[in-house]
């Protein structure tokens, strides 16, 4: 396991902000427990390492690429998801509550340069350095609630926010991602067609 960050280097780049109005997409079998989460393989994080994050995205369509569509159409014609990849999730829409501000590390832009982290650590496809990192702020850095950083794919907010800090979330609203009304929208910006079958 690393060590701990330098205190200085860990001030430079932690934030205290309240969560804006964002979105997570996860499995519709979810929908009554939205803010749940459960160990897993993500970027920040691996199956055994137990502990888990909630990621949730600025706008719909970063949460529709980051879960749903990834690096799938890499040279690839036609854009076709199936659709029970859509009917078979959820949205909900999350922010803190109202007084309640997160302790974010913010990796956008300069952050990992000024931490003295690998860039990898948000910008690779192979989250080994992520997951390093996430590690070493569960175990070290018990006043981090979660990473800030950039989607890799569509440039926006991603928030990855640790099982630890969950109780300070909202619930704003929920339902299912087939019926969004930014859903044909969103299929129309990336050239995307939904498949039968």
Request: glycine fraction near 8%.
């Amino acid at each position: 396991m690393a060590a701990p960050y330098p205190a200085d280097r860990l001030a430079a780049v932690l934030c205290e902000a309240a969560l804006p109005p964002t979105y997570r997409i996860f499995p519709e079998r979810f929908l009554q427990t939205p803010l749940g989460t459960a160990p897993g393989d993500s970027r920040f994080c691996a199956q055994a390492d137990g502990f888990s994050l909630l990621y949730s995205t600025s706008d719909l369509a970063t949460g529709f690429v980051e879960v749903i569509v990834r690096d799938r159409f890499t040279a690839q014609a036609p854009r076709e998801i199936r659709l029970k990849e859509v009917t078979q999730r959820a949205w909900a829409q999350i922010s803190t509550l109202p007084g309640t501000q997160l302790n974010l590390l913010d990796l956008r832009q300069e952050g990992c340069v000024k931490m003295g982290i690998p860039t990898d650590a948000v910008k690779a496809r192979n989250h080994a350095a992520g997951r390093a990192l996430g590690r070493t702020l569960y175990k070290h850095h018990g006043q981090v609630d979660g990473i800030l950083f950039s989607s890799r794919l569509t440039g926006e907010d991603v928030y990855a926010i640790f099982d630890r800090a969950l109780d300070k979330l909202s619930v704003m609203d929920t339902g299912w991602l087939a019926e969004h009304p930014e859903l044909p929208a969103i299929l129309s910006r990336f050239d995307m067609r939904l498949k039968t079958g």
